[in-house]
C-alpha cells in the first residue's frame, strides 16, 4: 500500500484560508485516486474532495464548492487541498485517502489513509 504524509493545517480565523498537502511513498502514485475526508468530535469521518488518477475530474461534497480546490502533482507525488472562506463548520481533523481501485469517494473504500492534521476555524 500507498504511504501517505500530510502537512500544513492549524488555526485560522474565519473567512481565512490553509493548505493542506499530501505525499505519497512506497507505490506508483499516478495508480491512485485520491481524496480528503474529515472527522469533527463525536462526527463519523466524511467525504471532502476526490481527484481522478490523471487530475482530470474532481468531486466535492456540496457545502465546501466553490471554496476548496483538490488537486495533485504526480511529478511530486502529492495531493493538495486548497481551503478558502473558511467557516467554523469546517474545523475538523482532515485526513488524505489513496484508493487504489475506486474514486476515493467513501470511507469504505480508501486503501491508505494519512495521520491526519488538524483545521481549527475560529469565528
Known amino acids: 500500500q500507498v504511504q501517505l504524509v500530510q502537512s500544513g493545517g492549524g488555526l485560522v480565523q474565519a473567512g481565512g484560508s490553509l493548505r493542506l498537502s499530501c505525499a505519497a511513498s512506497?507505490?506508483?502514485?499516478?495508480?491512485?485516486?485520491m481524496g480528503w475526508f474529515r472527522q469533527a468530535p463525536g462526527k463519523e469521518r466524511e467525504f471532502v474532495a476526490a481527484i481522478s488518477r490523471d487530475g482530470s475530474r474532481t468531486y466535492y461534497r456540496d457545502s465546501v464548492k466553490g471554496r476548496f480546490t483538490i488537486s495533485r502533482d504526480n511529478a511530486k507525488n502529492t495531493v493538495y487541498l486548497q481551503m478558502n472562506s473558511l467557516k467554523p463548520e469546517d474545523t475538523a481533523v482532515y485526513y488524505c485517502?489513496?484508493?487504489?481501485?475506486?474514486?476515493?469517494?467513501?470511507?469504505?473504500?480508501?486503501?491508505?489513509w494519512g495521520q491526519g492534521t488538524q483545521v481549527t476555524v475560529s469565528s
Open positions: 512506497g507505490h506508483t502514485f499516478s495508480n491512485y485516486a
Open positions: 485517502a489513496a484508493d487504489r481501485d475506486n474514486s476515493a469517494l467513501t470511507v469504505a473504500r480508501i486503501d491508505s
